[in-house]
Antibody, heavy 126, light 108 residues
Framework: EVQLVESGGGLVKPGGSLRLSCAVS????????MDWVRQAPGRGLEWVSS????????YYADSLKGRFTISRDNAKNSLFLQMNSLRAEDTAVYYC???????????????????WGRGTTVTVSS | DIQMTQSPSTLSASVGDRVTITCRAS??????LAWYQQRPGKAPKLLIY???ILESGVPSRFSGSGSGTEFTLTISSLQPDDSATYYC??????????FGQGTKVKVK
């Protein structure tokens, strides 16, 4: 069974840091692209960051302005999100998701999120 | 970034009704579109990818259509279990996937 389990969330003061983890099982983690997506209270889904299977390609939402760093350890089947300089607007449930590839001969690979974890809650408040 | 706009924002319908949700992209995304269902307090669940392909295990009352900039998600016969928020997401750009703002479906 494919499973993604996030951890590391909690209450942190503005300006603080937090490191989220996503433990994966049930599939070959080292072959798959991964994403972080967040959802602020009562709001919609917001893509945060993506990382390719070998960490060659890494992307972030512009709104993060260099405060977050995505990484992965394929030997440990784990995905991470280091969050620094946290702000109240970063308060959200953070989900990790697997990126499943969809291929087109002209445009190459495109990725949608086929499996999601249950999320971990980050609250930034003084 | 490609903007995704869903309509309506909320809808209320009865069991057995046919329900349609629209998603519009700010530029052409071919058929690189996915639909997700999110029940309250739960993680999103993939329903449809590539605009019209039903994910394995998803009931056949769900269907998707469209290409370019206009897409629809249809529930052919609404069930109580379908009460949820539905999101479209474009994946035309690997570096900038974006979601619609969501459509909340209430079953009367």
């Amino acid at each position: 069974e494919v499973q993604l389990v996030e951890s590391g969330g909690g209450l942190v003061k503005p300006g603080g840091s937090l490191r989220l983890s996503c433990a994966v099982s049930g599939f070959t983690f080292s072959s798959d692209s991964m994403d972080w997506v967040r959802q602020a209270p009562g709001r919609g889904l917001e893509w945060v960051s993506s990382i390719s299977s070998g960490s060659d390609y890494i992307y972030y939402a512009d709104s993060l302005k260099g405060r977050f760093t995505i990484s992965r350890d394929n030997a440990k089947n784990s995905l991470f999100l280091q969050m620094n300089s946290l702000r109240a607007e970063d308060t959200a449930v953070y989900y990790c998701a697997r990126g499943r590839p969809d291929y087109h001969i002209l445009t190459g690979y495109h990725y949608y999120m086929d499996v999601w974890g249950r999320g971990t809650t980050v609250t930034v408040s003084s | 970034d490609i903007q995704m706009t869903q309509s309506p924002s909320t809808l209320s319908a009865s069991v057995g009704d046919r329900v349609t949700i629209t998603c519009r992209a700010s530029q052409s995304i071919s058929t690189w579109l996915a639909w997700y269902q999110q029940r309250p307090g739960k993680a999103p669940k993939l329903l449809i990818y590539k605009a019209s392909i039903l994910e394995s295990g998803v009931p056949s009352r769900f269907s998707g259509s469209g290409s370019g900039t206009e897409f629809t998600l249809t529930i052919s016969s609404l069930q109580p279990d379908d009460s949820a928020t539905y999101y479209c997401q474009q994946y035309n750009s690997y570096s900038r996937p974006t979601f619609g703002q969501g459509t909340k479906v209430k079953v009367k």
